[in-house]
């Protein structure tokens, strides 16, 4: 349903704009209907920077978005209309996503005028209605209050029940329970899972490893803008073959294993190499190995629904 | 035994009355300990760090005392506190991130610093070289701005300072929140590193993640709603918990290798009590799938074996 194809952002950064920052660089992969991808990286790696793009708030430098097999960037007028209808986001702070002087269900009304202004009152507070009890509110106790008045789980489900009003068929969702209580997150997290069984397709961007496994089919993990590795999230978890998502494996803080004595180097990133492997200045694989530095290498299918960028990659078995 | 806290009771005071934010805390820490205290946001983990450390208005210290080696802390006394501060207990800040002033150079900030506690900065800096050494930071950050520093670098920083003086107790508050996890856990191994290198005799990490805690803890404390809920070896905790909100957090969370498909976890219903006006009794009686009519009392936090203590009717009287 959705396809990224070799998508590229550069920034200009720097005083006058006279650098450039490589956000994200030929970025591909695919979200088919029903489906939750967890996009996975640390800070920087520019895993929300792809949810943006995809939700039209940045632009794209390099390469297509398609959805249902149309340009996304083409879209101008009634059409995006149509696209914002059907791809909707959620993000990270709830409490940064009302305005705090306006009671919470503002955010309905909202969607009320641009997208439906000709439903009349009953029919539209029956929808509303259906779509706070499919996020698991009680309309009687979160309708009619303020931000405050309300919990983050509370308001975070409020944004995806406001994204279920329209006919939503793919949803990213950017860190949306990083800000949760460990007793409400898990919660959240069923009911995106809960909706996946309606053809909802979503875009899981985290950093937490645990929660990308417990929700995704697939996963994708992003270093500097590069998909280092990616395919079904067993096979990433179970059998990690780039170094970095090794290292990033054995980091994870667990509640089933302490920590391997793995060395982690805390070298400061250094500037990118334009041309080599991204992670050629942190890797413990690379010194040996010439061609890190000059040559990016693609990611290759070492197993069915496995992909790995790393030049290293299948030469243990 | 390095700290001792005796049924300490701290409000806040609101125009709309007193927030019952930490009652009848009692609790000890041995020499070496690395105690976490977790417990979800809004459950007093902060203030019960605050008021070891400074206790300023809003807050209110209603009853209890808290000894440090044996001495008695003036915990009400701002001023008098100043001799313990830094020295004796020293604090990693929430948002360390922010904790330096960003107009000075880190090595001008920390010779202010020592300076202020009557420190000669010049002895002290060969020990500050050494301490850099330590997290792995280069002197050369002490020509820097915070701003020319990553994450990981400042929290190193911040740990270096907060450690300088050797304090007795270090008060770690959500050091990791912020970080990526290959930094996350360098830091948190250096921060164990200080500890067996008796930099600092025994630390409180303060986190939400209870999967940190796992790796570096030797006890865990969990809290609820201001009271404390269970306290034990991390091993306990984690794998035989008694109370049923401990036991109810720990089956939230999610794990490598749990899928959505074969397992589904199930989060705890309900939401935390407001503490202006807290129930009476056991606080998570209302959320409680055990909860019975001797929960309408406060139950009281019982050692139910070695190290290991309960505040749960059910545990430490079974009869009932």
Not at chain 2, 51 to 60: A, G, N, Q
Not at chain 2, 72 to 84: G, K
Not at chain 2, 202 to 213: A, F, K, R
Request: hydrophobic letters at 40%.
């Amino acid at each position: 349903m959705l396809k990224l194809d070799g998508v590229s952002k550069t920034y200009r950064v720097g005083t006058f704009g006279g650098k450039q920052l490589q956000a994200v660089s030929e970025v591909s992969f695919e979200v088919s209907d029903g489906e939750v991808v967890s996009l996975i990286g640390e800070s920087g790696s520019g895993k929300s920077t792809i949810g943006k793009m995809i939700l039209r708030l940045v632009t794209i430098t390099g390469g297509r978005i398609l959805f249902d097999g149309r340009d996304i960037s083409t879209l101008r007028g009634n059409a995006m209309k149509t696209y914002y209808r059907e791809v909707q986001g959620v993000f990270q702070d709830p409490f940064s996503s009302y305005n705090p002087i306006f009671k919470a269900d503002r955010v309905f009304e909202i969607v009320r005028d641009h997208f439906y202004p000709g439903v009349n009152d009953r029919e539209w507070d029956e929808k509303v209605r259906s779509s706070l009890e499919a996020v698991g509110l009680n309309p009687r106790h979160v309708m009619d209050k303020y931000p405050h008045q309300l919990s983050g789980g509370q308001l975070q489900r409020f944004l995806i029940a406001r994204a279920l009003l329209l006919d939503i068929r793919f949803l990213v969702a950017d860190e949306i329970i990083s800000m949760l209580d460990a007793s409400t997150r898990i919660d959240v997290l069923n009911l995106l899972a809960g909706l996946k069984g309606r053809g909802l397709a979503v875009l899981f961007i985290t950093h937490d490893l645990s929660l990308g496994y417990y929700i995704s089919e697939e996963a994708a993990i992003l270093y500097r803008g590069c998909v280092v590795e990616r395919g079904q999230t067993e096979k990433i978890y179970d059998r990690p073959i780039h170094p970095y998502t090794q290292m990033l494996m054995a980091s994870v803080p667990r509640l089933d294993q302490k920590w391997e004595d793995v060395e982690i180097e805390l070298r400061a990133k250094q500037e990118e190499p334009s041309t080599g492997c991204v992670y050629f200045e942190r890797c413990p694989k690379a010194r040996r190995d010439e061609r890190c530095r000059d040559q990016r290498p693609p990611l290759v299918e070492v197993e069915p629904r496995h992909f790995v960028a790393c030049a290293s990659a299948g030469k243990e078995g | 035994m390095s700290l001792r806290v005796e049924d300490l009771t701290v409000y806040y005071q609101t125009l709309r009355g007193d927030v019952r934010a930490l009652e009848c805390a009692t609790f000890s820490l041995a020499d070496g300990e690395i105690m976490g205290l977790a417990g979800e946001s809004g459950c007093g983990k902060t203030t019960l760090a605050n008021s070891l450390i400074l206790l300023v208005p809003p807050m209110r210290h209603v009853a209890g005392r808290v000894l440090l080696d044996g001495r008695e802390l003036p915990i009400c006394d701002v001023e008098a506190m100043n001799r313990y501060r830094f020295k004796e207990i020293s604090v990693i800040p929430q948002y360390a991130m922010n904790a330096m002033n960003p107009t000075r150079k880190i090595g001008r900030m920390a010779m202010e610093l020592l300076r202020s506690r009557r420190i000669d900065a010049k002895r002290a800096l060969p020990e500050l070289e050494r301490r850099l050494d330590l997290v792995e930071l280069s002197h050369n950050v002490l020509k820097m701005y915070p701003i020319e520093l990553s994450g990981g670098m400042k929290q190193r920083m911040v740990m270096v300072l907060s450690t300088l003086m050797d304090p007795s107790l270090l008060l770690a508050d959500e050091i990791t929140s912020a970080l990526d996890v290959s930094t996350q856990k360098a830091v948190v191994k250096m921060l164990v590193g200080f500890r067996d290198r008796e930099i600092v005799r025994s630390v409180i990490v303060i986190t939400h993640d209870m999967s940190i805690l796992y790796q570096i803890a030797d006890s865990i404390l969990i809290m609820y709603a201001g009271q404390l809920a269970e306290k034990g070896p991390t091993e306990t905790i984690i794998h035989s918990p008694r109370h049923p909100y401990t036991k109810l957090l720990i089956t939230s969370l999610p794990k490598v290798g749990v899928k959505h498909d074969e397992t589904r976890l199930k989060g705890i219903p309900g939401k935390p009590p407001l503490l202006l006006d807290p129930p009476e009794g056991c606080r998570f009686r209302e959320r409680c799938p055990v909860a019975f009519e001797a929960c309408r009392e406060v139950p009281p936090f019982l050692e139910i074996e070695p190290g290991h203590f309960v505040a749960c009717w059910k545990e430490t009287e079974p009869n009932a």
